[in-house]
């Protein structure tokens, strides 16, 4: 579920409306639902109750960390991919020991500083990579406790820019080789403590399909390793997708029971029934890095309306939230609903893109949208934007980051201030 819905005429995150948070805070506004993080957090965790398992949050989704302090107060753990996002989960409250940390090139600084924190896993990608950590661990007088990603080489069936677990993409090691790396590791880097294997084929992934593929090909392989090198855990990543289109409506309590809904039809359960049965069996804790399911539908990013402006091949909404804000449509091709915070009273609509600010032809939030009437100073929410939304944004065309706030019932909590111009030069210098 979400909880973003209309309630008397205005659009409400849980019990706050979005029009007096955008007044208060001004536009663009990223604002998060407290609730429907936890909503989704607990749906998960009892979907996979039967696996001794840890739900590893994919921080790079929404690192804000408010946002990871309510995942943490879940007993949630954390996918990270650099020292920022270590930094921020032990700042929000989350523990190093819950931590994997993923990615293709972590830095000296980074490792040290994650053996020093104690994190639980690196999930490294490369020989090199395994090799450098056993140096560095070695130099610290420490054992560095590694899984390895293997590249299934499944097509996630996701956009191109999401996939990653083909053979042509740059994440983990090629399946056929997996064996080979953990011996070669086992007799040749003492300060490596082999404790899993992880893998993730992609993001946004919409059926059950390519994950029971992707597992079924590696179970194998994690039993041999698990009787070669004593495993503990398998990490199957993340990269369950969410309702994008006509979000809004799809926000009832009853959404993620309902099999077969066409716009969603992937159900946590479908999900839990096709992979748990497989898993099971092996007898080790399971790893779960769910990032956009957390928090994609949990957020909303208001924003005004400056200008209409009718062409002669199309019409454009001008609004003061861009591309740098939100960067989903023009990177991935994402479709966001586009909404006014008050609700339309007539069903009249006209096409129009909804473009921001920045000097891009790239900088569209909607293209081709039916829109209800709006006029210069009316607040506009575009649905379904709480991952991968500020987490990506930039100080392009020099804009000041958006401000972000946590709803939690009744209350709203500014958890992000808004960028001034001053933070914007902050740590420039004229070279004098
Ligand atoms: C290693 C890893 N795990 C988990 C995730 C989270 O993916 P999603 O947000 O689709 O769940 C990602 C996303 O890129 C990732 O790279």
């Avoid at 820019?161 to 590791?185: C, H, L, M, P, S």
């Avoid at 990177?331 to 893109?353: F, I, M, R």
């Amino acid at each position: 579920m979400h909880s973003f819905r209309y309630v008397q005429g205005r659009l409400h995150a849980e019990s706050v409306d979005l029009g007096h948070l955008a007044e208060k805070h001004g536009t663009p506004l990223y604002v998060y639902s407290s609730a429907t993080i936890r909503d989704h957090f607990t749906r998960l965790d009892g979907a996979l109750d039967r696996l001794d398992h840890l739900i590893c949050y994919a921080v790079k989704a929404n690192s804000n960390l408010a946002v990871l302090n309510v995942i943490a107060s879940m007993g949630g753990g954390f996918d990270i991919v650099s020292g920022g996002e270590l930094f921020r989960v032990v700042r929000a409250g989350g523990k190093a020991s819950n931590c994997t940390f993923a990615g293709v090139g972590k830095t000296r600084s980074e490792i040290e500083y994650a053996l020093r924190e104690g994190i639980y896993c690196f999930n490294a990608e490369s020989e090199a990579e395994l090799r450098f950590i056993n140096e560095i661990a070695g130099e610290l007088g420490k054992r560095a406790p590694v899984a390895v990603r293997v590249n299934p080489n499944v097509d996630a069936k996701t956009h191109a820019k999401i996939t990653t677990g083909k053979k042509e993409n740059k994440f983990g090691i090629d399946f056929d080789r997996i064996a080979e790396v953990y011996a070669t590791i086992a007799a040749e880097c003492p300060h490596l403590e082999i404790k899993g294997l992880q893998m993730h084929i992609g993001s946004q992934l919409t059926s059950v399909e390519p994950f029971v593929e992707a597992v079924t090909k590696v179970v194998p392989l994690v039993r041999q390793m698990k009787e070669d090198h004593g495993l503990k855990f398998f990490s199957i990543g993340g990269g369950l997708g969410i309702v994008y289109k006509n979000s809004l409506d799809s926000g009832s309590a009853d959404w993620w029971s309902r099999e077969g809904n066409e716009s969603h039809p992937l159900t946590i359960q479908a999900y839990a029934d096709a992979v748990v049965p497989l898993l099971e069996p092996l007898g080790l804790r399971i790893l779960f890095e769910p990032g956009r399911f957390m928090v994609g539908n949990a957020g909303a990013l208001v924003t005004k309306v400056l200008f209409e402006k009718k062409g002669s091949a199309k019409d454009f909404v001008i609004v003061d939230a861009g591309m740098n804000d939100l960067i989903r449509p023009t990177l991935y091709e994402g479709w966001h609903q586009v909404t006014p915070v008050e609700k339309p009273v007539s069903t009249e609509t006209h096409k129009a893109d909804v473009v921001g600010p920045i000097c891009e032809t790239g900088d569209f939030l909607a293209q081709d949208r039916d829109l209800p009437p709006v006029k210069e100073g009316d607040y506009l929410a575009v649905l379904s934007s709480g991952a991968y939304g500020f987490s990506m944004a930039s100080n392009y065309n020099s804009r000041p980051l958006a401000a972000e706030v946590l709803v939690d019932g009744k209350e709203a909590h500014l958890v992000r201030e808004r960028q001034t111009l001053d933070d914007l030069i902050r740590g420039e210098h004229l070279p004098i």
